[in-house]
């Protein structure tokens, strides 16, 4: 099964968990060896929650690389960093998709991490 946001067409895998209002499965983008993690609302009426998950996320990444930013002035080691950003997982995409019953996805990517079946 694919499914296609406005920008990419993912190719979706095995299920490898799921939650009261949302689904996980791995994924390929087309085109690419990009493993991912496709969140899928279980019901429309869970998008929401899978909206706000993906801007919980970005924000997480803003405030890490403030914070990353900001200890560039402090640190005492050029290549030492915080790295919060290892902490979470970045949405690299979300979309509601038609093809899924309008139901909304959320990709997932976990950085420093090239095979999602090793997490």
Same mark, same amino acid.
């Given at each position: 099964m694919t499914v296609e946001s406005q920008t990419h067409r993912y190719q979706v895998g095995a299920q490898v968990a799921e939650a009261s209002m949302y689904r996980l499965y791995l994924c390929k983008q087309e085109g690419t060896d990009r493993q991912y993690l496709l969140q899928i %609302?279980?019901?429309m009426t869970h998008n929401g929650a899978l909206d706000r998950s993906a801007y919980i996320l970005e924000r997480l990444l803003h405030?890490?690389?403030r914070l990353e930013e900001e200890y560039t002035h402090v640190k005492d080691n050029p290549r030492h960093f915080l790295n919060?950003?290892?902490?979470?997982?970045?949405?690299?995409?979300?979309?509601?998709? %038609?093809?899924?019953?309008?139901r909304r996805i959320n990709i997932l990517r976990f950085r420093g991490v090239d095979d999602v079946h090793a997490m």
């Open positions: %609302a279980t019901e405030e890490a690389e919060y950003q290892l902490c979470f997982p970045e949405i690299t995409d979300t979309f509601v998709s %038609a093809s899924q019953g309008g």
